[in-house]
């Protein structure tokens, strides 16, 4: 399989064959030198204009000595001269996805045929690394000279005063053709909950160029003149479609129309999802709060009874739409998709927080016996009366006295019981460390000296030996110490964790409502363990959230049951979660199903990369919950299944079928999400200021691989995958939501034995030399299961096989090589011009270093190479497990008790991204991540980006993702993620879409989009 960076002499024959022999003419073929400066009449982009106001500089290169020929920097474009072929847009697409994105270089969005190829260049070093860059690749550089097979480089130089934005907005605005009518689909069933809205998102004018300018991703966009769509899904296109230039124009014509307008359909969609600012909304969250609509600044934000700091604006208004689908939309919850590091967890907690306030202002205005005498008397409305709160609102809410108001319905909706959260192992001590500093236990009641319960964090460890201990002393212990009529009846000793159940330790049903009251916030481990008992020897958590049951289970493994149906269920990096079949899923769905009628409970689903594998399989558990009509989920479904074939196909065969699928989508996603990117604007303020993001892929190779041996082992262990996989696969089927051909493909092969011994070869060749028996089963000795714990330490990992090997395995490494630069990069890295929290940089000039690997085995390999290398400049410490108290210790040793100017070495914190890659608010003192293998799933690689790069971070970042670029395992793997991303991007665009609609001073942001690549 070819990579990017396949010189053009060596295409393989597939991929002549794949682009045709024309094509493969014109990449060796050099082309004539000079021409027109817009291009000759074959270039298919010589309808271009240049860039408005912007002169084309001489054929020289724009840079010589120390000084630019043009003072503002210039606009490099990079243009090919076929349309024929896929490669060069490959190469294209590769060269710009390698330029570090800094305050010296910007990549522009895609244009208006859609195509990725300009790039802004204002200082000396990027020039130089675009150059390197190019060099790199194959492409011959000299100077005086523009024509580089199979490019065409085009300059045009910014005068005074314009930006390299203002110029892009100036030439989009120049070419922007009149956008296709679309219009929306009929109205949903009568039967459907969820009603089409009034009128569509309008794209016209300078309004789609600015929604184009948002999107900071590599997508290209596919129009009849571009094989850019070709690039993304070429397993999948026939080969003659690439190739064939003779065929039926009428036929072309329309496959390349239904392209062009699948794009324009999915680019609306894309647009639509984000949440932008809406006058009305941001004022119906202000009368909620009590708030002034005026204050919308970053730090301006409101801060609730109960609660220990204010929430930012911005959080109020996710907040807000939070309860008002829950309660007032009669949704089953909502999705909160807010960018790594703008709070989701804090915005959660306020949701716990606004509803136990609600209930206990209701309580007030009801004259509740539970509260009657701690609160003063206060005048409140009579029922069914829609004016203002006589008293003002005293809990600092609208009042539940409002007849209509959120609080009434919150109040009027609300199940007993108490909140939930499911969150993964790694992030539950967080979660709840976060929670505690949040929420306060009691709540003081307004004009008065009394308080109240307020929220009862119980943050539930992972490690069963410790769960039982602090259930008990939490929940159990402390409360019946307070109480003791909830004495065991049957023992007359507080109620330890004993093998019976509900009826035989005596309790009822009032009373276990009592132990589990609402007013509690349970925080536990999403993990499969916290929710699933075996057999006799159950769990400590199954048994006490199993006091309802009458018998002992005697099944093998069963659900757990849980004593009351909680109010309000947290779903936390939902994304890790989110098939139907997991343990998860079915547990939630008996506490829905349990729940007596009007009482099930509310959803938040949680997740900063809320779509993974597809549309359809990454909301489709989720939104059972969620949409309250089965129809509006069948609804959906369908549509979503009709996007993800189109997206996998590169095109759809009913044009008006797909629109009217995005248009469902569009309508459903927006009425249940908050999706907010961390360089948005909130009326024209950045939401989140961070430093600069320098995001860069690092194709490695090593020489070892070129040797026959070595190759021949490659060739055999493909030849064995491949053929277990055809076997497999022969005879399914590619329609239905299974997927297509290439997917099934994909997941049959990542579980093969052959196919992971090309992947552990593809970072560490060396492997081959070991002895036989350890050689010929990498992943048997290599499988965490057999690591074992002493690998924790330096000395257990000296001692591990791996720890004798350690030259043997390192041999030829090209990403250790590489990681090697990176580390150097760190160490002679200083922090000019970084941000701190006052505005100054911060003392530290030492930069700590994550490593994330896919493979606990590959994490143990860098660590005990590093071991032996970089041991005295490196404190060196492996994660492999972020849930056991060692983990915890370890990475509280590594970063949080490290202070910014403290002495000693700096951390090489090594890990997995399952371990440390996601949920993780404690991982920004590092500020270098080197991403060492790729995972499965691309979203992990984006996680593990955002640990680094998010609040609280002072120095500018530096992520560096590494590939072999020499192994056909890793390559199928990245063009995946690749096609997976490019797919995605159109749907939830990681872009800045907020910037381009609300407008404001783009200064604020602080760095450019985060891309991560």
């Known amino acids: 399989m070819d990579s990017p960076n396949t010189p053009v002499s060596q295409l393989s024959k597939r991929r002549r064959e794949a682009v045709g022999p024309d094509a493969c003419t014109s990449l ?103 150059l390197q860059t190019l060099r790199d ?78 999107d900071n991703s590599r997508t290209g966009h596919s129009d009849s003149d571009s094989d850019d769509e070709a690039l993304v899904f070429v397993s999948e296109r ?176 609300l199940a007993p019981g108490p909140s939930l959260v499911l969150t993964p192992a790694n992030v539950v001590e967080q979660f709840a460390r976060q929670a505690k500093a949040y929420l306060a236990m009691v709540v003081q009641i307004p004009e008065s000296e009394c308080y109240m319960a307020f929220v009862d964090t119980i943050g539930t460890s992972t490690d069963r030996a410790s769960l039982a201990s602090e259930v008990r002393a939490d929940i159990l212990m402390d409360f019946v110490g307070e109480h003791p009529e909830f004495s065991a009846p049957k023992t007359g000793k507080p109620p330890a964790l004993v093998p019976g159940f509900g009826s035989e330790m005596g309790y009822t049903e009032a009373q276990k409502s009592q ?118 989920l069948t609804t959906f479904l369908a549509a979503a299944q009709a996007i993800d074939s189109a997206t996998r196909a590169g095109g759809a065969k009913d044009r008006d079928k797909l629109n009217d699928a995005t248009a469902r989508c569009e309508q459903m996603l927006k009425a249940i999400m908050t999706r907010r990117m961390g360089n948005s604007l909130f009326h024209g303020k950045a939401l989140l200021r961070l430093p600069e993001m320098h995001a860069v892929t690092v194709p490695c190779r090593s020489e070892r691989v070129q040797g026959d041996d070595f190759r021949r082992r490659i060739a055999k262990l493909r030849e064995v995958w491949d053929s277990e996989a055809r076997a497999r696969l022969a005879g399914q089927s590619t329609g239905g939501n299974g997927g297509s051909i290439s997917d099934k493909f994909f997941q049959v092969v990542r579980y093969n034995s052959a196919f992971m011994q090309m992947l552990w070869l593809a970072s560490f060749p060396g492997l081959v030399d070991l002895p ?98 970089w041991a005295d400049e490196w404190d060196v410490v492996l994660v492999l497990s972020a849930a056991t108290k060692k983990g915890k210790q370890a990475i509280q040793d590594a970063f949080l008790k490290i202070p910014f100017d403290g002495a000693g070495k700096p951390t090489l914190l090594i890990s997995t991204t399952g371990t440390t890659g996601t949920g993780l608010d404690s991982l920004q003192r590092a500020n270098h991540a080197v991403l060492f293998e790729l995972p499965f799933v691309e979203t992990e690689a984006q996680q593990a980006g955002g640990r680094i790069h998010r609040a609280g971070q002072q120095l500018p970042c530096h992520w560096t993702k590494l590939w072999a670029a020499d192994s056909e395992a890793e390559t199928l793997i990245k063009e995946r993620h690749e096609k997976r991303f490019e797919a995605f991007s159109r749907i939830l665009r990681d872009g800045e879409s907020d910037r381009a609609r609300v407008g404001g001073d783009a200064s604020q942001l602080g760095s450019p989009s985060r891309l991560y690549i």
């Open 515 to 632: 132990l589990f009251d609402r007013h509690r916030l349970i925080i536990v481990s999403s993990n499969p363990h916290s929710l699933v008992a075996k057999g006799k020897g159950c769990d400590f958590f199954a048994r006490v959230y199993q006091l309802q049951q009458h018998k002992r289970v005697t099944r093998v493994e069963h659900i757990v049951e849980w004593a009351i149906a909680p109010r309000f269920v947290v779903l936390d990096e939902f994304h890790t979660t989110k098939d139907s079949s997991t343990k998860v899923y079915q547990a939630l769905k008996q506490m829905r199903t349990r729940a007596p009628a009007g009482q099930g409970f509310k959803l938040a689903a949680l997740s900063a990369t809320p779509i993974t594998v597809s549309l359809y399989k990454s909301l489709e558990s989720v939104l059972s919950f969620i949409l309250p009509q089965p129809a509006d």
């Open 772 to 869: 036989s028996h350890l050689s010929s089963n990498l992943g048997g000795w290599l499988n965490s299961d057999k690591l074992g714990s002493s690998i924790g330490t330096r000395e257990g990992r000296s001692a591990h096989e791996v720890g004798q090997h350690i030259d043997t395995i390192s041999k030829g490494s090209g990403k250790l090589e590489a990681l090697e630069r990176c580390l150097e990069q760190a160490r002679t890295d200083r922090a000019v011009g970084s941000v701190g929290r006052d505005g100054q940089a911060p003392p530290c000039l030492k930069k700590h270093v994550c490593v994330f690997a896919a493979r606990p085995g590959t994490a143990l390999i860098i660590a005990a190479y590093a071991d032996k290398h």
């Open 238 to 413: 026939p080969a003659a479609q690439a190739g064939d230039q003779t065929g039926s124009q009428s036929e072309a014509g329309n496959s390349d129309d239904i392209a062009g307008s699948e794009n324009n359909v999915l680019e609306s969609l894309a647009s639509s999802l984000y949440t932008v600012d809406d006058a009305e909304r941001w004022a119906a969250t202000c009368q909620f709060f009590c708030h002034d609509v005026a204050r919308t600044a970053h730090d301006e934000g409101a801060q609730l009874q109960g609660t220990k700091f204010p929430l930012h604006p911005y959080q109020m208004e996710a907040v807000y739409e939070q309860l008002k689908r829950s309660f007032g939309e009669g949704l089953g919850g909502g999705i909160i998709a807010l960018d790594t590091g703008l709070g989701k967890t804090v915005t959660t907690l306020a949701v716990v927080a606004v509803m136990r306030l609600a209930e206990l202002n209701a309580a007030e205005v009801r004259r509740d016996p539970r509260i009657t005498g701690r609160v003063p008397y206060r005048p409140h409305n009579k029922s069914e009366t829609t004016t203002a709160c006589p008293s003002q609102n005293p809990w600092g809410i609208e009042c539940y006295c409002v007849s209509g108001s959120l609080t009434n319905c919150i109040a009027r909706g």
């Open 28 to 130: 060796t073929k050099r082309p004539r030198q000079g021409g027109n400066a817009d291009g000759d009449a074959r270039l298919p982009y010589a309808a271009l204009p240049p860039f408005a106001h912007c002169p084309e500089l001489p054929f020289e290169w724009p840079y010589s000595g120390n000084s630019f020929t043009s003072p503002q920097g210039f606009i490099v474009e990079i243009r090919e001269f076929t349309d024929n072929s896929i490669q060069p847009q490959l190469y294209r697409r590769d060269i710009l996805a390698s330029i570090p994105q800094n305050n010296g270089a910007y990549i522009f969005p895609p244009d208006e045929q859609g195509h990725q190829r300009s790039l802004h260049i204002s200082d000396a070093g990027t020039w130089n690394i675009f």
């Open 137 to 214: 690749r194959g492409v011959p550089l000299s100077p005086g000279e523009r024509d580089l097979p199979p490019y065409r480089l085009h300059f045009w130089a910014l005068p005074p005063g314009q930006s390299a934005t203002d110029a892009f907005l100036s030439r989009q605005q120049a070419v922007a053709p009149a956008p296709p009518q679309r219009t929306l689909p009929p109205a949903p069933s009568p039967g459907s909950s969820l009603q089409p809205s009034p009128s569509a998102p309008s794209h016209k004018g300078i309004d789609r160029a600015s929604d184009s300018l948002a």
